[in-house]
């Protein structure tokens, strides 16, 4: 039920898809301005080595329909192509370094997640006293609150998102072996879905029980990390087809589009998954919350759950 809610909150709520628009915009020019000063000695690198010529090919491979396994084969060809040349260009190494823990590790994650909490502040006065609250307005009001949120849940994200990446990057190998090469795509594509499904099942509750519970940080993230475990097999299987319906959701606008589809398809992607988490929670906490005009009552029985585990 949680997730048929879900996409009728997100329909009802679609205004907020052009508010996170406007902040995936603002937060856009500030990582391309600081990134400015890496990208472009990085890319004259890849430049000279023929690397780029390699992305055209992968373009050019999605839109001529090419297979899947096409697909694979040319991200594997970059691969090997950037892993000799990082070993081989001292300054790309230090450029390439700088870029991904100063850029991509700190300065997206953290400025990315200010979004997450005045998100769900604004979805949780629309489901609990039906209430409109500005999106602009919460994201001054919560930014202590938010830059506390986004630095610890930093911590979960970077260390479960490298160990993500070095399955991926073990899993590629599979594309050398002949006998399991054409299969190879099918379980690279469905590993990377169960683990990212995992990834948002754990802290699904997490931001939720802050706004919703006033609860803190660290104790939230134990109740996220508790109440998922104990309803495991509807929470992940939830975010096992979220997941798949966003990624075939934004591959094909993105194909189909020339990527300028993506300009929606990716803040409609970030509302989901945020609505999912609001519906999750109250769910399984037991709480009623506006929806299509009346209000729905989760099943008794999550209630007295929820009642239990406040008391242990």
């Known amino acids: 039920m949680a997730f048929k809610n879900a996409f009728k909150i997100l329909i009802e709520k679609f205004g907020l898809v052009w508010m996170l628009l406007l902040y995936i915009f603002a937060l856009a020019v500030v990582l391309v301005s600081i990134s400015m000063a890496f990208i472009i ?22 839109m001529e329909g090419e297979s ?19 070993r081989s260009s001292m300054s790309l190494r230090l450029n390439s370094t700088l870029w991904l823990v100063f850029v991509v590790v ?12 005045p998100l769900i502040s604004v979805l949780d006065g629309a489901m ?3 209430a409109k609250i500005g999106f602009g307005g919460q ?22 998102d490298c160990l993500t990446a070095f399955t991926m990057y073990g899993l590629f190998k599979l594309l050398d072996i002949s006998s399991v090469a054409v299969f190879a795509p099918f379980l690279i594509m ?44 509807s929470v992940f299987a939830y975010f096992s087809v979220a997941w798949v319906l966003i990624i075939a959701f934004n591959v094909f606008v993105g194909l189909f589009t020339f990527g300028v589809g993506l300009l929606i398809s990716v803040p409609t992607s970030m509302l989901l ?25 989760p099943p008794i029985k999550s209630v007295s759950q929820d009642r239990a585990e406040s008391r242990s």
Do not use: H
């Open 190 to 233: 469905l590993v990377f879905i169960l683990l990212t499904a995992l990834r948002y099942s754990m802290i699904s509750m997490w931001a939720p029980r802050i706004i919703a519970d006033n609860g803190k940080i660290f104790p939230s993230f134990a109740y996220s990390v508790k109440k998922s475990f104990r309803n495991f097999g």
């Open 139 to 160: 994201i001054i009001s919560l930014l202590g609150k938010s830059s506390r949120f986004t630095l610890v849940k930093m911590l979960y994200t970077v260390c479960y």
């Open 273 to 297: 998954v945020s609505v999912l988490n609001m519906t999750l929670y109250y769910g399984k906490s037991g709480k009623r919350y506006y929806i299509d005009g009346g209000v729905y009552t």
């Open 106 to 117: 700190i300065a997206y994650r953290f400025l990315l997640g200010l979004y997450e909490l």
């Open 41 to 62: 000695p990085i890319y004259r690198e890849f430049l000279n080595a023929g690397i780029t010529e390699q992305f055209a090919a992968l373009f050019n491979s999605i």
């Open 128 to 130: 609990s006293a039906n």
């Open 68 to 86: 899947v396994n096409r697909w694979f084969e040319i991200i594997r060809e970059i691969g090997t192509m950037s892993s000799e040349l990082l």
